[in-house]
């Protein structure tokens, strides 16, 4: 059995991306135990290295600027692996709504910044987590394997990053070295190079999907024509973005492309879908995992 197969559902099933950041403080632990009591199957989670090589649950990605928007201005430009652990910022008393949200802010009362290990040792035993390594640093993917396997969480965590493909090589040189009598492989998110490749080589050339990935793409809706505006400066999307996203939308997404995916065994995951029409096109598409950051307001839908 493929080690993705915990992923699988008969019926769609909802991911909380960022730990549903906008039901709680976005990747804090108490984030993640809300969304799983509400009904939350799958936690998607963010992690990167301090500058002391800790490991921290925070989506650091440089354009976001996360830690300025989290912690204050005093991090304008400022990175995890700038920050030793022991010296790493507090949440501010509230904070915004990340850019795939409505605007908004949300009180952080309850919640701070945790390490992985001791993120993962919070978590119920059997709650499955979509962990995203977001850095260029390939040695970050033995250390965080070292963190899920000494907590026996391989069967329940799926590594890797959507557009970095030495995060994936890394993790599949970790699986081919590990040893199988003492440790299960470890599930991978397919990178956007792979899942391009698997939408534009005809099927009768294309070699199957590799044993334990996941196919966790967007499913390309109107925000992310006003998400990338906003990386252009532009008022509103131009026609060309328009006729871009459409095409990647057409292509990830068919119908084909998920029935095709499902008769291999590969769990797939659609994001960032946060509204009702998004996720009831979703569920049409026949997606095993549907990921939003409003986990309280799709899990009621799915009821």
Same mark, same amino acid.
């Given at each position: 059995? %493929?080690?993705?197969?915990?992923?699988? *559902?008969?019926?769609?099933?909802?991911?909380?991306?960022?730990?549903?950041?906008?039901?709680?403080? #976005?990747?804090?632990?108490?984030?993640?135990?809300?969304?799983?009591?509400?009904?939350?199957?799958?936690?998607?989670?963010?992690?990167?290295?301090?500058?002391?090589?800790?490991?921290? @649950?925070?989506?650091?990605?440089?354009?976001?600027?996360?830690?300025?928007?989290?912690?204050?201005?005093?991090?304008?430009?400022?990175?995890? *692996?700038? @920050?030793?652990?022991?010296? !790493?910022?507090?949440?501010?008393?509230?904070?915004?709504?990340?850019?795939?949200?409505?605007?908004?802010?949300?009180?952080?009362?309850?919640?701070?910044?945790?390490?992985?290990?001791? !993120?993962?040792?919070?978590?119920?035993?059997?709650?499955?987590?979509?962990?995203?390594?977001? /850095?260029?640093?390939?040695?970050?993917?033995?250390?965080?394997?070292?963190?899920?396997?000494?907590?026996?969480?391989?069967?329940?965590?799926?590594?890797?990053?959507?557009?970095?493909?030495?995060?994936?090589? %890394?993790?599949?040189? %970790?699986?081919? /070295?590990?040893?199988?009598?003492?440790?299960?492989?470890?599930?991978?998110?397919?990178? &956007?190079?792979?899942?391009?490749?698997?939408? !534009?080589?005809?099927?009768?050339?294309?070699? #199957?999907?590799?044993?334990?990935?996941?196919? *966790?793409?967007?499913? @390309?809706?109107?925000?992310?024509?006003?998400?990338?505006?906003?990386?252009?400066?532009?008022?509103?999307?131009?026609?060309?973005?328009?006729?871009?996203?459409?095409?990647?939308?057409? &292509?990830?997404?068919?119908?084909?492309?998920?029935?095709?995916?499902?008769?291999?065994?590969?769990?797939?995951?659609?994001?960032?879908?946060?509204?009702?029409?998004?996720? #009831?096109?979703?569920?049409?598409?026949?997606?095993?995992?549907?990921?939003?950051?409003?986990?309280?307001?799709?899990?009621?839908?799915?009821?």
């Amino acid at each position: 059995m %493929a080690a993705s197969s915990a992923f699988l *559902s008969d019926a769609p099933f909802i991911v909380a991306h960022r730990c549903g950041g906008a039901d709680a403080p #976005e990747n804090t632990l108490y984030a993640a135990l809300k969304a799983l009591e509400a009904g939350a199957r799958v936690l998607q989670v963010d992690c990167t290295f301090t500058k002391d090589k800790e490991i921290v @649950v925070l989506h650091d990605e440089p354009k976001e600027n996360n830690l300025r928007k989290l912690c204050g201005d005093d991090y304008e430009g400022v990175q995890a *692996s700038d @920050v030793d652990w022991a010296n !790493f910022p507090k949440l501010l008393p509230r904070v915004p709504l990340n850019a795939m949200c409505d605007p908004g802010w949300m009180p952080t009362s309850a919640s701070s910044f945790s390490t992985l290990r001791g !993120f993962l040792s919070g978590l119920p035993p059997d709650a499955l987590v979509l962990l995203e390594l977001w /850095s260029d640093d390939t040695s970050l993917v033995p250390a965080v394997i070292s963190v899920v396997d000494s907590l026996d969480r391989a069967r329940t965590t799926a590594l890797g990053h959507p557009f970095n493909a030495s995060i994936s090589a %890394a993790i599949d040189a %970790a699986n081919a /070295s590990r040893p199988s009598a003492s440790l299960p492989p470890l599930s991978r998110i397919m990178n &956007a190079g792979e899942i391009l490749k698997a939408n !534009f080589t005809p099927r009768f050339i294309m070699a #199957e999907p590799k044993s334990g990935v996941i196919y *966790s793409v967007p499913v @390309v809706t109107k925000r992310w024509g006003y998400l990338f505006s906003l990386l252009l400066k532009r008022a509103r999307p131009p026609l060309w973005l328009r006729a871009l996203l459409g095409m990647l939308g057409w &292509a990830f997404w068919s119908p084909r492309t998920v029935a095709y995916m499902k008769a291999r065994g590969v769990p797939t995951f659609g994001w960032i879908l946060n509204d009702g029409e998004e996720r #009831e096109m979703a569920r049409r598409l026949g997606v095993d995992g549907i990921m939003t950051d409003y986990v309280v307001e799709a899990v009621k839908e799915l009821r």
